[in-house]
């Protein structure tokens, strides 16, 4: 059965950092990009970043040197190290798994991540 579990959101000050993690089970990890959405109140889930099985990382230009998608294959999780956060990365952050070969998808639950001002 394949499973994506979150941790690490949490609220943070502007200017904070936060790390999230994302454990995958189900023997998917190895097999697929990996990547954070966001999703924040009245606004469409948007990418974040993304990571390949062979560590291409991509990002949503808002995010760009702030942000850094990172994943562990031995412990089957991806990070998402957020820095320099910012009232606009408020949201509920969640992990997708896609397997690169038949692009099939998979979700987490989702984390909220909430930056005060």
């Known amino acids: 059965q394949v499973q994506l579990v979150e941790s690490g959101g949490g609220l943070v000050q502007a200017g904070g950092s936060l790390r999230l993690s994302c454990v995958a089970s189900?023997?998917?990890?190895?097999?697929?990009?990996m990547g954070w959405y966001r999703q924040a109140p009245g606004k469409q889930r948007e990418l974040v970043a993304a990571i390949t099985t062979s560590n291409s990382a991509n990002y949503r230009d808002s995010v760009k040197g702030r942000f850094a998608i990172s994943r562990d294959n031995a412990k089957r999780t991806v990070y998402l190290q957020m820095n320099n956060l910012t009232p606009g990365d408020t949201a509920v952050y969640s992990c997708?798994?896609?397997?690169?070969?038949?692009?099939?998808?998979?979700w987490g639950q989702g984390t909220q991540v909430t930056v005060s001002s």
């Open positions: 189900g023997g998917i990890f190895g097999l697929s990009t």
């Open positions: 997708n798994a896609e397997l690169e070969m038949s692009k099939r998808s998979y």
